[in-house]
T-cell receptor, first 112, second 115 residues
């Protein structure tokens, strides 16, 4: 069993929809959680960075962490075609340090 | 403009050949990393370096080598011992300030293909 599980998709939604992307994990030592967005043939771009449990909002993006369930989510409101990308979750027991463990990524397509 | 640059964008390797991928950053970050990305497998850590002249193996270091002679540069050599080198290679760096700056930022990647 992988330490971090992420549904690979593809997930296809209409423009304007609310998107929910999720990861589950097994290592209770993870304290720091990140979401990266990766466009095709490009490097990942950091979207959200959260510590421990709770919610964090940045524009149309909300990151949610539930450590008791070992479950993290990224919500995208009012989704746009430009949001079409692969979304990677990553986590670490220390502050974004040397040992990031990544999910395999969820491919999202937002259609007009 | 601060950032991480990787070159070349595409690289072709012949059988038995060593090839070197370049990674440069002007973010004044201390730590640098190399990852390999394959479809359906996520990112896997090859090597990382926290300081000049020091580096550690990641999860899949066999068939790869690195050097860290300058703070801003962390080249990766894919040796002939790496039997399945076709992948997308990503370089990342990390600062040591607090909060968000403590996580890793990625370069644009190099796609390595075997002829």
């Amino acid at each position: 069993q992988k330490e971090v599980e992420q549904d690979p998709g593809p997930l296809s939604v209409p423009e304007g929809a609310i998107v929910s992307l999720n990861c589950t994990y097994s290592n209770s030592a993870f304290q720091y959680f990140m979401w990266y967005r990766q466009y095709s043939r490009k490097g990942p771009e950091l979207l959200m960075y959260t510590y421990s449990s709770g919610n964090k909002e940045d524009g149309r993006f909300t990151a949610q962490v539930d450590k008791s369930s070992k479950y993290i989510s990224l919500f995208i409101r009012d989704s746009q075609p430009s949001d079409s990308a692969t979304y990677l979750c990553a986590m670490s027991p220390t502050g974004g340090g040397n040992k990031l463990t990544f999910g395999t990524g969820t491919q999202l397509k937002v259609e007009l | 403009d601060g950032g991480i640059t990787q070159s070349p964008k595409y690289l072709f390797r012949k059988e038995g050949q060593n090839v070197t991928l370049s990674c440069e950053q002007n973010l004044n970050h201390d730590a640098m990393y190399w990852y390999r990305q394959d479809p359906g497998q996520g990112l896997r850590l090859i090597y990382y370096s926290q300081i000049v002249n020091d580096f550690q193996k990641g999860d899949i270091a066999e068939g790869y080598s690195v050097s860290r002679e300058k703070k801003e540069s962390f080249p990766l050599t894919v040796t002939s011992a790496q039997k399945n080198p076709t992948a997308f290679y990503l370089c990342a760096s990390r600062g040591l300030a607090g909060g968000r700056e403590k996580t890793q930022y990625f370069g644009p990647g190099t796609r390595l293909l075997v002829l």
